[in-house]
């Protein structure tokens, strides 16, 4: 991911982290701190970082990486 998304910070490969254990945003809040709409702010940031359109899945891009 680091190579591939070099612009991803420790925060952005965490939520990475968590997203490739198929956790959900419910979940995925209380481990970082946050409430569930900052998860999918989160999300959306990182959509934008990694140059995905609107119908690629974060989740599967993260997978095959």
């Not at 569930?36 to 990486?65: A, F, P």
């Amino acid at each position: 991911m680091k190579t591939q998304y070099p612009e991803l910070t420790p925060g952005d490969l965490r939520l990475c982290a968590y997203l490739h254990m198929n956790l959900s945003s419910k979940e995925i809040a209380p481990l970082l701190g946050i409430s569930v709409r900052g998860v999918e702010n989160h999300r959306y940031r990182l959509r934008k970082k990694m140059n995905l359109e609107h119908d690629d899945k974060l989740v599967e891009t993260i997978n095959d990486q």
